[in-house]
Structures are given as C-alpha cells and as structure tokens.
C-alpha cells in the first residue's frame, strides 16, 4: 500500500510510517504533500484552541457582568480562572500564538457575544450584550482581572 493510500485509510498507519521514514532520513518516500497538511493543521489547530479558550472567558465574563443570576456567579469566576490558566499555558507553550491573539480574540467576541446572548435568552434574562468588546485582551488574560460585579474572595 503507498504513503498516499494509507493516509486515507489509516491515519494512525501512516503517522508512524512517516516518522519512521523521517527518522531514518528517507526523504524520498516521505508523503510530502500530506506530511505538509498535516503541520498546517496541527498550527491551525493550536490557533482553535487558543480561540476557544478566549471565547470561553469572554462568555464567563459576560454572565459576571450582566446576568442577574447570583448562584451561579462563583462557578462562573472558576471557571474563568481555568480557562485562563489553559490560554496561558498554551501561549507559554507556543509564543508564537500571541502574534495571533489579537485576530483570535476578534473571532472570539463575535462568537462569545453570540453565546452569551443565547444563554442570556435560555434562561429568561433580558440582557443587551454591547456590539462591542467592553474588554481588552490585556484583561481577558489578565489573572486579576474580574469586572466590579464579580464576587469578591474571602479574607481569612
């Protein structure tokens, strides 16, 4: 079976006949063009994923500043520090992604916004979610950041 039929029907296969072929420097059998995808892809992939994370911080946000909703509101500001902690990490992890941030964070908004407008409507909330961000990237990733009507940690 070539290179070529194996990646369309068993990628795991083909993974390892690759990095086996690269490893002994067989360049001439390598699947070049799919090997190419691949790395495209895997960068593509990373960009997701740091999407996702500011997505998913600018949603939480959102709830801590407009929902009237309480119960909810320590989860919510849980859940921002984890998220925040997974972007960091991947950033830390390939610093190349903070060039792509700010276009990341532009394409999180427009989903977070509407997401948050969606759960705002599921729940019964009349909410008006702002057109525009109402904060930076700085403080999206900013581990001290939480708007005024967050709740606030205990003192011992």
């Given at each position: 079976?070539?290179s070529t039929?194996?990646?369309?029907?068993d990628?795991?296969s083909?993974?390892?006949?690759?990095?086996?072929?690269?490893?002994?420097?067989?360049?001439a059998?390598?699947?070049q063009?799919?090997?190419?995808?691949?790395?495209?892809?895997?960068?593509?992939?990373?960009?997701?994923?740091?999407?996702?994370?500011?997505?998913?911080?600018?949603?939480?946000?959102?709830k801590?500043d407009?929902?009237?909703?309480?119960?909810?509101?320590?989860?919510?500001?849980?859940?921002?520090?984890?998220?925040?902690?997974q972007?960091?990490?991947?950033?830390?992890?390939?610093p190349?992604l903070?060039?792509h941030?700010?276009?990341?964070?532009?394409?999180?908004?427009?989903?977070?916004?509407?997401?948050?407008?969606?759960?705002?409507?599921?729940?019964?909330?009349?909410?008006?979610?702002?057109?525009?961000?109402?904060?930076?990237l700085?403080?999206?990733?900013?581990?001290?950041?939480?708007?005024a009507s967050?709740?606030?940690?205990?003192?011992?």
């Open positions: 079976m070539t039929a194996t990646y369309e029907t990628f795991l083909w993974t390892q006949e690759q990095s086996t072929l690269l490893r002994a420097g067989h360049w059998h390598i699947d063009v799919h090997i190419a995808e691949e790395l495209e892809d895997m960068g593509r992939e990373q960009k997701l994923a740091l999407q996702s994370l500011l997505r998913q911080i600018l949603v939480h946000l959102l801590l407009y929902s009237p909703a309480q119960s909810p509101r320590n989860h919510w500001a849980e859940e921002i520090i984890e998220f925040r902690d972007a960091q990490a991947r950033i830390d992890a390939t190349s903070k060039h941030a700010p276009e990341l964070f532009d394409q999180a908004w427009k989903q977070a916004r509407r997401a948050a407008e969606k759960t705002f409507a599921l729940h019964g909330e009349t909410v008006t979610v702002p057109e525009c961000c109402p904060y930076t700085a403080q999206v990733l900013n581990p001290d950041f939480f708007p967050a709740p606030k940690a205990r003192q011992p």
